[in-house]
């Protein structure tokens, strides 16, 4: 059964930075894509980054785009969100989310979730 945990949020200044884990067990192959989500107070969920576990490749979103950095570990079956320059507007809930469906990650349908961490930005 794939599970995912996210760590590493908290709160931190604006200004700051931090770096989300998301950790992954059971995991189908080699061949699915990781995605980040955030979903702030009031606010949908929205989506802010992914990449493919196969070739490395990301997406961002153009408002996260040069600030939020994401990255992997295959041997560790850990994915990374380094979050630069935070700001009051990146206090949300995180989640890290595994599938696949579609040739990019940002079109793919993420049936896993993990169950998310808090950042709140403030001073």
């Known amino acids: 059964q794939l599970q995912l945990v996210e760590s590493g949020g908290g709160l931190v200044q604006p200004g700051g930075s931090l770096r989300l884990s998301c950790s992954a067990s059971g995991l189908p192959g080699e061949d699915y894509f990781i995605a980040w989500f955030r979903q702030a107070p009031g606010k949908d969920q929205e989506g802010v980054s992914c990449i493919s576990s196969s070739d490395g490749r990301t997406w961002y979103a153009d408002a996260v785009r040069g600030r939020f950095t994401t990255s992997r570990d295959n041997a560790k079956n850990t994915w990374y969100l380094e979050i630069d320059n935070v700001k009051p507007e990146d206090t949300a809930n995180y989640s890290c989310?595994?599938?696949?469906?579609?040739?990019?990650?940002?079109?793919?349908?993420?049936?896993?979730w993990g169950q998310g961490t808090q950042v709140t930005v403030s001073s």
């Open positions: 989310a595994a599938g696949g469906g579609a040739p990019r990650c940002s079109e793919a349908t993420y049936a896993y």
